[in-house]
């Protein structure tokens, strides 16, 4: 298994950032896929789960209506859309095999964010 993240980088607050994580070594399609974050200093939070058929089921309520996961299993990548952001979104970003609250799953080289002024 592979997750790859990238996309990540530097933001002043209010702005915007996509991330991606192409997938490999496993059947992407079948798989319910997240996004976990660690900020500096803090434990990991999860951000966002999407399911096998795309529907998305869960959200952290910070990001709700900020942030937008998605994927292309053509591509075998998910997304991470992330608008609006605040200098508390800086973090660590890693895409997650099979994992949501409760799950652990498996978790691909992160990506880093960090909006500042």
């Known amino acids: 298994v592979q997750l790859q993240a990238s996309g990540g980088g530097v933001v002043q607050p209010g702005g915007s950032l996509r991330l991606s994580c192409v997938a490999s070594?496993?059947?992407?399609?079948?798989?319910?896929m997240s996004w976990l974050r660690q900020p500096p200093g803090k434990g990991p939070e999860w951000v966002s789960v999407?399911?096998?058929?795309?529907?998305?089921?869960y959200y952290l309520d910070s990001v709700k209506g900020r942030f937008t996961i998605s994927r292309d299993d053509a591509k075998n990548t998910l997304y991470l859309q992330m608008n609006s952001l605040k200098p508390e979104d800086t973090a660590i970003y890693y895409c997650?095999?099979?994992?949501?609250?409760?799950?652990?799953?498996?978790r691909g080289q992160g990506t880093l964010v960090t909006v500042s002024s």
């Open positions: 997650v095999k099979d994992g949501r609250p409760g799950r652990i799953g498996k």
């Open positions: 999407i399911d096998s058929d795309g529907t998305t089921t």
């Open positions: 070594g496993f059947r992407y399609s079948s798989f319910a």
